[in-house]
């Protein structure tokens, strides 16, 4: 079985003021199928910020990333063939699939409280631009 092991360039999975997210997988690249691996790459634009998030692999890590002034790139290897990664907020947040009255009980908050933070969920982008 022949494969390709030449550059491959990611779809990118969001874009945005802040910088862009790529994710290489088994689906658009079979040679990381065989290899049982996917990858992800963060590109950061100067004094961008990622906000907090995490990768499915064994080990579990939330980072966040703040780019210098010439930006940054971070690249992963994932032992997945599938790779997912998520945000801790914005508008794929795990926090949305929460109700709000688990979130009141779980983060001991109000009623009001509980539901403006789930309305925020949406209203967040995950790479920051610098500020002006």
Same mark, same amino acid.
């Given at each position: 079985?022949? =494969?390709?092991?030449?550059? @491959?360039?990611?779809?990118? &999975?969001?874009?945005?003021?802040?910088?862009?997210?790529?994710?290489?997988? =088994? +689906?658009?690249?079979?040679?990381?199928?065989?290899?049982?691996?996917? +990858?992800?790459? !963060?590109?950061?634009?100067?004094?961008? !910020?990622?906000?907090?998030?995490?990768?499915? %692999?064994?080990?579990? +890590?939330? &980072?966040?990333?703040?780019?210098?002034?010439?930006? @940054?790139?971070?690249? %992963?290897?994932?032992?997945?063939?599938?790779?997912?990664? =998520?945000?801790?907020?914005?508008?794929?947040?795990?926090?949305? $699939? !929460?109700?709000?009255? &688990? !979130?009141?009980? %779980?983060? *001991?908050? $109000?009623?009001?409280?509980?539901?403006?933070?789930? =309305?925020? @969920?949406?209203? *967040?982008?995950?790479?920051?631009?610098?500020? @002006?």
């Amino acid at each position: 079985m022949e =494969s390709e092991i030449g550059p @491959m360039i990611a779809p990118k &999975v969001f874009e945005g003021e802040g910088g862009s997210y790529y994710i290489w997988s =088994s +689906a658009e690249f079979p040679i990381l199928g065989q290899a049982k691996i996917g +990858a992800g790459k !963060l590109v950061l634009n100067p004094l961008g !910020l990622a906000l907090p998030h995490y990768a499915d %692999s064994s080990k579990i +890590a939330i &980072v966040v990333q703040v780019a210098g002034d010439e930006g @940054m790139e971070w690249f %992963s290897i994932i032992t997945s063939t599938q790779p997912f990664f =998520s945000y801790l907020v914005g508008k794929t947040s795990l926090w949305k $699939t !929460l109700s709000p009255q &688990v !979130l009141q009980v %779980s983060l *001991n908050l $109000t009623t009001e409280e509980a539901e403006v933070f789930s =309305s925020k @969920m949406n209203k *967040n982008p995950i790479l920051i631009p610098p500020p @002006m």
